[in-house]
């Protein structure tokens, strides 16, 4: 049987379909798994041992759909359900099963803070999509895999980062995700142990701005390094602090203790830390989730804005920095 998994975007959404193609594989290992992504997202599944082949998302889809027949897929398993994924799965003459966005239920979270969702995470919403293949999710988690070009080595760190960091994630794609540049570089102060940035090219001005309130022991990493360095650097941290974006769900493939901060989002949509069968309202012990909760206007969104729709932000902005510090501290030395 040959199969295309289609998942275009964006790197967390993609990491939490991993569980999903290595248990169709363990299930059929003659199972012939195709996956089709955004060309950029591609490093991020180019060391997945599960996958037999990558194919990109092309902007001229009549010639991607020709492409793809030729493959002679059995099956399209299309995780990301939007027009596109469905112009393409209805044309390859075969059929296609489609992950349920519950867009409806999210809406009414947002509009009116009815929580209809159900106490999941994507991974097991994503298992609904083969349940005709009678394959269940095995409880292992996250996978991510880095190839060894992509190992990042301890003397390419300064020498006060090469003994252990925590890996604060500064990025994120939309502004009311993120916890405000002064309240970071003022955490950072309240961390005793050296701190690596990690965020993209668009985050390096922020970055610069953080470690200047201390540069020897606040490292920026921002910019400097591709997603699966970025991965490796967290893979080899003490300890992750993030806001809800792909680098926490690369965090929880490899097993770290996590401190998540959320501001316009909310674990109930189901994106937060995923070890294997974790549940919105029973986080992993692993995992911390600092948000404020019963705030009236909170979720404003299932995504994100580039500013807070009501000005004042408070739910990035009132959150406690000495009690992220503490919870920082305590799990540092559990180790």
Known sequence: MKTLVIRFSSIGDIVLTTPLVRCLKARQPEMEIHYLTKAQFGPILSGNPYIDRLHFLQSDVRALIGMLRQESFDQVIDL?????????????????????KLNLDKWLMVRFKWNRLPDLSVVDRYFFTIRHLGITNDGLGLDYFIPHDDQVFPEELPESHRQGYIALVIGGAHTTKKMPREMLRELCLKLA??????????????????????????????????INQSADLVAKSRLVITHDTGLMHVAAAFKKQIISLWGNTVPEFGMFPYYGHTIP????????????????????????????????????????????????????AKG
């Open 80 to 100: 990301h359900h939007n027009l596109r994924s469905l112009r393409i799965s209805n044309g390859l003459n075969c059929p296609s099963f489609r992950f349920p």
């Open 193 to 226: 142990e050296p701190v690596l940035l990690l965020g993209g090219s668009q985050d390096r001005g922020d970055g610069e701005y953080i470690r200047e309130a201390d540069p020897s022991r606040i490292f920026n990493g921002c910019g400097k390094f591709r």
């Open 281 to 332: 309202s029973k986080p992993d012990p692993r995992s911390d989730l600092i948000e404020i909760r019963n705030l009236p206007c909170r979720p404003c969104s299932k995504i994100g804005f580039d500013q807070c729709p009501k000005g004042h932000f408070r739910c990035m902005r009132d959150i406690d920095l000495d009690q992220v510090a503490e919870k920082a501290k305590g799990r540092m």
